[in-house]
């Protein structure tokens, strides 16, 4: 698979979104929670397999800034303090492309967990 490039990336705070376009032609729009608990970080996946951290209360975090890092990706400031994710473009790509399911297995991870969501408008779906 060709590495995919951004072509626009913009910030909707207020719907808690960031829309990313690609030169494909596809455009995800991608809740900031989604981003939050699917961070490439080390706090979130660990440092091995088997050693991500489960995010709760995400539910209404915001991005505050979006910086770039290099030519290759963005790094996300999260309004919660988080801030040592760095987004690859096909770390993006593939978050937009598996979206769906994505979302499926993290609220199975919270339900396996007891954690109950607080109503929100985010989501993946």
């Not at 596809?26 to 489960?54: I, K």
């Not at 690859?88 to 109950?116: K, P, S, V």
Request: charged fraction near 25%; proline fraction near 4%; include cysteine.
């Amino acid at each position: 698979m060709a590495a995919r490039h951004p072509t626009n990336i913009v910030l909707h705070q207020r719907s808690r979104r960031l829309e990313v376009s690609f030169d494909d032609g596809l455009t995800f729009e991608l809740p900031c929670e989604y981003l939050r608990v699917h961070s490439p970080s080390a706090e979130v996946r660990g440092h091995g397999p088997g050693q991500g951290v489960l995010q709760t209360g995400k539910e209404n975090v915001n991005i505050r800034d979006v910086e770039p890092v290099g030519n290759y990706a963005v790094k996300l400031v999260f309004d919660d303090g988080h801030e040592s994710g760095i987004y690859t473009w096909d770390y993006l790509y593939q978050l937009g492309r598996h979206q769906a399911g994505n979302w499926a297995r993290y609220l199975e991870e919270l339900a396996a967990a007891g954690y109950t969501r607080r109503a929100s408008d985010e989501g993946a779906s």
